[in-house]
């Protein structure tokens, strides 16, 4: 038979007698299923309203087929022989229906039991519509089932589409108390109640979530929010509790309080998001506050950066506020850093000042007011001898040191002065200011014999003899003999030059001293002193004194020098002894050689004839007689 005439055979088997024919029909449908097509056969079975007949044929092949019709009509004719089982499985299983068809004929079909539906709008995202749907229907019952059995992870979306449907508070309660907490996810929920500005409506689920022990962030996140939208001492839960998110509450925070934003991000170190608010909100004392305490390099030169239009305002909070307040050391050692690392000494000095000049912990901390000077010498020289004054726990030696590198003098003396460096001090006067006659004041009044000395040498190199004399005394100082000696003795400074080595002589022993001293006395005339030291015990050079003393034309005393040390031959030559002794003494010590050489130069003189008449007298040398006085002395001699 054609495919027309099987057709008409099993219509017109269902037209004489369809009870008695359709088990037989059921069979040929479903074994010729594919040769007869299923749409003619589905028509043929619908043509007799015989949706037990279409049920079970189509129960036969819808495991196989992929035809969107064949799953609908399937379910369709099991919805109304009441095979509610089989719908739910299709509903679950099927990927061939067409989702919104099979939707609409289940709203449609009113059906007690709203389990197919719900499997459908479950997995085809049709939430909305079911809660609608089923809330218009009071079939609150099938919600309970669907968040509690079905899918308790869409019971956000179920309590987003009651609260669009102005459901009670109390059925959204109950209806989250059913549902098992830990199945729930509770940032979605939040974000749908958050959303229409419910979330009070969640205190209740979210204590009790909490007493399970659910520690999720979202909690705490959303209890955060129920707070500060209650205002119900949320600054205290933010301030004390560690587990909710910084960012989502701290966002959340902003538009309603910045305060509380401010918290939230200083809680969790949001460095940049606390930056933007607190900019946003002119909370730069609350901003100074969090960087001094945050001590992060990083973030202070983002602050501090040129390009910041807040910098200033910022500053001035930091000075004023965050770093006076501060009793950590290295709180303040990071803000004081980067100042300097971000070139802002003017800023830093007013930083400084604050800590340092006022009152604080940080007062008497030596770093910081070395620091302060350092600092102020570079940039603000104007500063620095005032900070002289008024600190008095710095490093004098390197301030001054620096002071002095930079052109502070007069504040290297001040600082010198301060600390009873006297010989600094003096030196940076004479050094460095240039200026003798402050020395001298300097050193009259601190009266110090170091002092006196290092003045007594700037006198000296100055050519200031006679005032450097009196320095020298004044500090009781010989060391420098040798130099004082020679400029003196060139300059003719004998009187002067007497008294120094008169103080010399106090503590020294040294033949260069007693002998410039002999020849002072020679060269001021003063015999009878220089008689005098020669008979008491010293360690003058005398025969050179005396030579010296000849050669300069001071005969008297040369004789003074020659007769305290029995010299008879240089006194022989000596203008001022007769010459007819000195012959006959000559004669008696057989030293002819050297006699006729004093001739020569006695020739020389005025007295020439009678030294001539001696020497025509030589011819027959007398000698002493052995063991006499001249015997002896030609002997030593």
Request: charge should be negative; charged fraction near 25%; hydrophobic fraction near 40%.
């Amino acid at each position: 038979m054609s495919l027309e005439q099987s057709l008409d055979c099993m219509r017109e088997m269902l037209r004489i007698n369809i009870r008695q024919n359709l088990q037989v029909v059921i069979q040929i449908a479903t074994k010729y299923s594919d040769l007869l097509g299923a749409n003619r056969l589905i028509d043929l079975f619908e043509s007799f309203k015989t949706f037990e007949g279409l049920y079970y044929y189509l129960g036969s092949i819808v495991n196989l087929s992929e035809d969107p019709d064949v799953h609908f009509k399937y379910i369709q004719a099991a919805t109304i022989c009441g095979q509610m089982s089989e719908v739910e499985r299709i509903c679950r299983d099927s990927n061939f229906y067409n989702p919104e068809k099979v939707k609409n004929f289940l709203k449609e079909a009113k059906l007690t039991e709203q389990l197919p539906l719900i499997v459908v709008c479950d997995r085809f995202n049709f939430i909305h519509e079911l809660v609608l749907y089923l809330y218009q229907n009071q079939q609150f019952k099938s919600i309970e089932v669907y968040v509690q059995r079905v899918n308790p992870a869409r019971t956000p979306a179920v309590v987003g589409g009651l609260l669009d449907v102005d459901c009670e508070e109390a059925i959204i309660k109950s209806l989250l108390k059913s549902v098992q907490s830990s199945a729930i996810p509770i940032d979605e929920l939040v974000a749908e109640v958050e959303r229409r500005n419910r979330l009070k409506l969640l205190l209740p689920f979210l204590e009790d979530t909490l007493a399970t022990g659910n520690q999720q962030p979202a909690v705490y996140n959303a209890l955060a929010k129920i707070y500060i939208d209650s205002n119900n001492n949320p600054e205290k839960f933010l301030k004390e509790n560690d587990q909710y998110d910084t960012l989502v509450v701290g966002k959340y925070c902003e538009k309603r309080d910045p305060y509380l934003a401010f918290i939230a991000y200083q809680k969790g170190q949001n460095d940049i998001e606390l930056v933007r608010i607190t900019n946003e909100n002119s909370m730069f004392k609350q901003q100074a506050r969090y960087l001094v305490a945050r001590r992060d390099s990083e973030l202070w030169g983002f602050v501090l950066s040129p390009n910041n239009i807040h910098r200033r305002s910022l500053v001035d909070q930091v000075v004023a506020t965050a770093v006076p307040e501060s009793t950590d050391p290295e709180d303040v050692s990071v803000a004081v850093q980067c100042f300097l690392s971000n070139d802002l000494p003017t800023e830093l000095i007013e930083l400084l000042e604050k800590i340092i000049l006022e009152p604080s912990t940080f007062s008497d901390n030596s770093s910081l007011q070395n620091l302060l000077i350092l600092t102020a010498v570079k940039a603000d020289k104007a500063r620095v001898m005032d900070y002289i004054h008024r600190l008095t726990n710095y490093d004098g030696p390197d301030v001054a040191h620096i002071a002095i590198q930079n052109g502070l003098n007069e504040e290297a003396f001040e600082v010198y002065k301060k600390i009873n460096a006297h010989s600094d001090a003096i030196n940076v006067l004479i050094e460095n200011i240039i200026s003798i006659e402050r020395a001298f004041g300097y050193a009259d009044r601190v009266d110090l014999p170091e002092v006196w000395s290092r003045l007594g040498k700037a006198q000296l190199d100055g050519l200031r003899i006679t005032d450097s004399i009196e320095s020298y005394i004044r500090a009781k100082d010989p060391s420098n003999y040798a130099e004082v000696i020679e400029i003196a003795t060139h300059a003719g400074k004998f009187e002067d030059l007497i008294r120094y080595l008169q103080m010399c002589r106090q503590t020294l022993r040294e033949p260069v001293v007693d002998s410039s001293l002999v020849l002072c006395y020679a060269r001021v005339d003063k015999l009878p002193e220089l008689e005098e030291f020669l008979n008491s015990s010293n360690v003058a050079n005398i025969e050179e004194c005396g030579d010296k003393a000849y050669e300069e034309g001071l005969h008297q005393a040369a004789k003074v020098f020659f007769s305290s040390i029995s010299n008879w031959a240089k006194l022989a030559v000596s203008p001022y002894i007769p010459l007819s002794s000195c012959v006959s003494l000559l004669i008696h010590l057989r030293l002819l050689s050297y006699f006729w050489k004093s001739i020569k130069m006695l020739l020389s003189a005025p007295v020439k004839p009678i030294a001539q008449k001696c020497g025509s007298r030589s011819t027959r040398p007398v000698f002493p007689r052995r063991n006499s006085v001249l015997h002896r002395f030609a002997v030593s001699t």
